[in-house]
């Protein structure tokens, strides 16, 4: 989760490695450093908190240098100060690291005993002090990274930079992403190819278990056994207009205000020709018996509405399941079953290691990414690219309304091809999907009115989200966003489970919020509604016109969107429910886009 870069370049380090860091601060903002080696003398400069801390440190304290490493951290080991910030030193070596080294307490027991004497609380400070102990011990640098390297159990990618050394850099991944630069004289690293866009457009995905020496004129990679290996350089095309703000106040308003434009974009790359078209290999969606579908967070419950989707569609058996649950379930994996992963940036560790324990026994793997490089993408069957672009923002928004939309197209092109619907029947439903895009322009032209409620909702200390069917997961991602950003407790239910337990929750100071727009269950849902007024309970009721003629007597506030069909209906309403998160937000005065505890990649267990 914590973001890593990586300079060997022809000008002075200092200020592209905090160039590179603003790109990648959404990994982590607890910390942060940098370390360069000037005319061979190895030098680090590190502050707590957000990166401009280590900005205006720079300024009193300059560091020169050409070479260098970079680091924002999302703690994990050790409280986030000055001690534990990376980059960590030990004796001539610097290094930065992302992930978590398990075995760090056998190796700092072996080190002490050598007489090495450990300064912070990270186990990120047992990988510099394990390669100064090989240098002591004779070996070159090379060898030295390589043998500590060697002796590291769990995820991680780390970079290594060396006093008197002014031309070499080693990295190495294990369950965490790392990315090669390749310059004119110069050779880049970076967690996130986001990070060196700016830099160069020619990258090298290294594997699982590559390490690599690095200089500005070679770049020799060997995976885990020590052997040599070529990776493939890819030109990666990143608009940098999408890592700004644009105009807007934060990420997360931009990217809430993008959903028409980058949901039309992704119908339009899998809408070409007469039908849907998927990426090849392509995928004969006929055989599987059973579809398991595998997330985290946000995009767990885009699988949560998709299992309607695949079931009422598609006639098929979908089991959903939390990555980090998944595979210590150790659930059997019949040879007919489709294993679906959903990650917006490919590289969450526990659905990484969820994909991994269904490889070989799943009859394919698909995946639904935005980050076509990424570790999940490379190790699926297929790769369905949701197009959304770069989100900065750490609570997800585009992303989740393109996965959405991903999975319902996956999930009529199954009911196509398993015989559940005829062309006709699915010529209307793309039909009706194409029209979302304008609908969510009249959802978003709401934003003053949620912004006036969002005010109200900010000062209450729980808050209830309800909903039916496929709103249902809806109303547990409402409830998400509500506590991610502006830390309000809030929690999402079936309408029908109300009564047996939430309801003794509801009260006059709890808004509880309501998604009924008027499709099968509306009736059903205004019932449950009834019974939280009926115990002075504020009803937000987020319905449809025909629904606020029918219930809106008696609610606290109403929300009307536009008319849409039911089962597209989670598509548009996850909007007021992100407007809803990030207003309230605003009217607490939390941070919106780097929210307390949180980070945006996921990438360790």
């Known amino acids: 989760m914590c973001g890593i870069v990586g300079v060997l370049g022809n000008h002075e380090a200092a200020p592209l490695l905090v160039e590179a860091l603003k790109r990648l601060e959404y990994r982590g903002y607890d910390s942060a450093g940098i370390a360069t080696v000037n005319e061979g003398h190895l030098d680090r400069r590190r502050a707590v908190g957000k990166l401009v801390s280590l900005s205006d440190l720079l300024v009193h304290e300059p560091l020169a240098g050409r070479a260098g490493i970079g680091h924002t951290r999302w703690a994990t080991h050790g409280a986030p100060n000055v001690t534990n910030a990376h980059p960590h030193r030990a004796g001539p070596v610097a290094v930065v ?59 991680f990618a780390l970079a290594l930079l060396f006093d008197g050394e002014n031309d070499l850099m080693i990295v190495a991944r294990k369950g965490s992403p790392l990315a090669i630069g390749h310059g004119e004289g110069e050779v ?74 980058v949901l039309g974009d992704a119908l339009a790359h899998y809408l070409r020709g007469t039908g849907i078209e998927l990426p090849e290999p392509g995928l004969d969606l006929s055989g599987f018996d059973r579809v398991v579908m595998v997330a985290c967070g946000t995009a767990f419950y885009a699988c949560a509405v998709a299992k309607y989707w695949f079931e009422q569609l598609a006639g098929v058996n979908v089991e959903v399941d939390i990555a980090s649950e998944f595979r210590y ?198 019932s449950n509604m009834q019974e939280v007024m009926a115990r002075g309970g504020k009803v937000l009721l987020v319905t449809d016109p025909a629904g606020a003629r029918a219930a809106a007597e008696g609610c606290w506030k109403t929300l009307v969107m536009p008319e849409v069909p039911a089962l597209l209906a989670p598509i548009l309403y996850a909007l007021p429910a992100q407007l809803l998160a990030y207003h309230a937000a605003i009217a607490k005065g939390t941070d919106v886009d780097q929210p307390r505890n949180l980070a945006k990649s996921v990438t360790v267990e």
């Open 97 to 155: 690291h992302n992930g978590i080294i398990e075995n760090f307490r056998e190796l700092r027991e072996e080190l002490a005993e050598k007489g090495l004497h450990f300064e912070t609380d990270t186990d990120t400070e047992t990988i510099a002090m394990l390669v100064q102990s090989c240098l002591d011990g004779g070996l070159s640098h090379r060898d030295a990274a390589a043998k500590a390297i060697a002796r590291l159990d769990g995820a």
């Open 188 to 261: 880049f690293v970076g967690s996130d190819a986001i990070a060196l866009a700016p830099m160069t457009d020619r990258i090298t995905y290294l594997e699982e278990g590559d390490w690599a020496c690095l200089t500005r004129s070679s770049i020799e990679i060997r995976d885990a056994s020590g052997a040599l290996v070529d990776r493939p350089l890819e030109t990666v095309n990143i608009d940098m207009a999408q890592v700004d703000k644009g105009g807007h106040r934060h990420f997360m308003a931009k990217e809430i205000a993008e959903q028409p434009t």
């Open 329 to 526: 379930r150790e659930p059997p994996i019949g040879p007919n079953t489709l294993a679906l992963f959903v990650s917006q940036s490919g590289e969450t560790a526990d659905t990484l290691a969820a994909l991994r324990y269904c490889a070989g026994k799943a009859k394919k793997i698909v995946s639904v990414v935005n980050v076509t490089g990424s570790s999940i993408a490379r190790e699926s069957d297929l790769v369905l690219p949701i197009r959304a672009g770069a989100e900065i923002g750490v609570a997800s928004t585009k992303a989740f309304t393109c996965q959405l939309t991903v999975l319902f197209l996956l999930a009529l092109k199954t009911a196509a091809e398993r015989g559940h619907l005829d062309a006709d029947e699915v010529d209307a439903r793309l039909e009706e999907l194409r029209h979302i895009p304008g609908l969510m322009n009249f959802a978003l032209a709401q934003s003053t009115e949620v912004a006036s409620v969002a005010k109200s909702i900010a000062e209450a200390r729980d808050v209830l989200f309800l909903g039916r069917g496929s709103m249902f997961p809806l109303a547990m991602e409402g409830a998400l966003k509500l506590k991610e950003i502006s830390y309000i407790h809030a929690e999402g239910y079936a309408s029908g489970e109300l009564k047996h337990g939430p309801i003794a929750l509801v009260d006059k100071t709890v808004p509880v919020l309501v998604f009924a727009p008027t499709d099968a269950l509306f009736d059903k849902t205004v």
